[in-house]
Nanobody
Framework: QVQLVESGGGLVQAGGSLRLSCAAS????????MGWYRQAPGKQRELVAVITSGGSTVYTESVKGRFTISRDNAKNTVYLQMNSLKPEDTAVYYC?????????????WGQGTQVTVSS
């Protein structure tokens, strides 16, 4: 059984920083892409950033230059360093990973962590 555990959300003032973590555990053969999504109230969930197994990254335009995604393959963990936070970054942040397990290749989601940026 696979589990994704997120941590690092919270309340921060505009201009501040937060670092999110998402650790995968269980019977994992390998991990492909790892990414972060967010969903603000009344809005659809959107991609924030993704990192491939080879380390290539993609960011949504609104976070370029402020957010950095990284991964530690030894720890099965993906991180999202968020700097220069803005009120519009307020959302529930979810990690998503593509894992290879005994059951094959599947996507898994974390439980979500709230990020609130005050003005």
């Amino acid at each position: 059984q696979v589990q994704l555990v997120e941590s690092g959300g919270g309340l921060v003032q505009a201009g501040g920083s937060l670092r999110l973590s998402c650790a995968a555990s269980g019977s994992i053969f390998s991990i492909n892409a790892m990414g972060w999504y967010r969903q603000a109230p009344g809005k659809q969930r959107e991609l924030v950033a993704v990192i491939t197994s080879g380390g290539s990254t993609v960011y949504t335009e609104s976070v370029k230059g402020r957010f950095t995604i990284s991964r530690d393959n030894a720890k099965n963990t993906v991180y999202l360093q968020m700097n220069s936070l803005k009120p519009e970054d307020t959302a529930v942040y979810y990690c998503k990973t593509t894992l290879i397990t005994r059951g094959g290749r599947n996507d898994y989601w974390g439980q979500g962590t709230q990020v609130t940026v005050s003005s």
